[in-house]
């Protein structure tokens, strides 16, 4: 097997993804640090921009490939190391597992990145409490959509007993939601997936809070 | 083949993302539309929202699956009417590709939906000036590495010389681009590809402007 690098960022949602996905596949990788704040944003760089035009992580580098966006990331994972397989085989089960996904992906992360919080708080003043309105506002839409597709297809893990790549978006949506303050006390379901899954080494691992570049303030063991 | 319905909305640049590799597919649908200004927005009726609990189009159904979010909807197109393919063989060019796509779907759209320009406006008194301001900003930053990705992987088309899942998604996103004023000439790259694939029928088709809920006054023929 090629080396396989992540640049990431500790408590970048994108990159706690890719890394949870990697441990499910158990996939030995090298740990690349990006720090999105240091130096005015080390992804600005232009070594960092030569690997990743948009300046985002987590970027992948594998076998020649240089890589970015989680989605893409995970999708490619899955088709060189298919055992264990993250997505179902029924074509049926792969699409609602991407729809839940995306409705993470392409919805709530969006609008909860570091980037736009930054705009508001230079454009509009935004303090810490109105990011956390802006985040809530969105966050509850979104989660009531997210629990109801639960309600229909969880079963241990979010889909079904098998941890699936719905579990590796999961897990880093509700690590966001906490951290920003979001009353997740409705949403019985994601809780309670979200426990699960905490219990495996490969989410366990794959922790913001348990990388080499989580300031030792944060560190857990 | 089973009836292959898709509600949608005329204007929807994810909706003309699935018009269009529907048509390049061949598949016969039904068009369902869904007004998102009408009635308070249809997309929030009891009946749309038990099809799709986001609110959101398009909503595609399908041998009984019905699912939302373009990328799930493309990726579930592909699996099941593989004939002619969207997506190239070769892993790695597929990660390449998701990862053109994803940089349009979960960084350039989620910023300039309908949903987030309405709050700026309700919460922030944005006019269509402001709106397009926010809009450019982000749009240029993303434009410049979908520019640079163009260049490393064009043909004829975005990747190469044959029309892939890519171009589903620049030429709704260059619609969007002009609908808000944003400066595009500075992307040759991507005009040019958008200008080849407009004049493929399965484009054409697909467009805005010819839908059967175009409004007349926006009509084209």
């Known amino acids: 097997m090629s080396q396989v690098t992540l640049y990431n960022y500790f408590r970048s949602s994108t990159s706690y993804r890719v890394r949870i996905a990697l441990n499910l596949k158990n996939i030995e990788y090298k740990y690349s640090p990006v720090h999105l704040l240091n130096n005015g944003g080390e992804q600005f760089s232009p070594t960092y921009k030569?690997?990743?035009?948009?300046?985002?992580?987590p970027t992948l580098?594998?076998?020649?490939?240089?890589?970015?966006?989680?989605?893409?990331?995970?999708?490619?994972?899955?088709?060189?190391?298919?055992?264990?397989?993250?997505?179902p085989r029924d074509s049926q089960k792969r699409a609602k597992i991407r729809q839940f996904c995306e409705n993470i992906n392409s919805f709530l992360h969006p609008l909860s990145n570091l980037k736009?919080?930054?705009?508001?708080?230079?454009?509009?003043?935004y303090d810490q409490r109105q990011k956390e309105v802006w985040i809530n506002h969105w966050y509850q839409k979104g989660l009531n959509a997210l629990e109801a597709w639960l309600q229909k297809n969880m079963g241990k893990y979010s889909f079904a007993d098998q941890v699936t790549?719905?579990?590796?978006?999961?897990?880093?949506?509700v690590f966001t939601s906490e951290r920003f303050n979001v009353d997740l006390s409705p949403f019985k379901n994601i809780m309670s997936v979200n426990s699960r899954c905490l219990e495996l080494d490969a989410f366990k691992n794959a922790h913001p809070f348990r990388q080499v570049d989580t300031p030792a303030e944060l560190r857990i063991s």
Chains 1, 2 share one sequence.
């Open 61 to 87: 580098e594998h076998d020649g490939l240089i890589i970015g966006q989680s989605v893409a990331i995970i999708e490619y994972l899955e088709e060189q190391f298919p055992n264990p397989n993250l997505f």
């Open 116 to 125: 736009v919080l930054k705009y508001l708080e230079d454009n509009h003043g």
């Open 165 to 173: 790549v719905a579990d590796c978006f999961l897990v880093p949506m």
């Open 50 to 57: 030569a690997l990743n035009p948009m300046s985002e992580v």
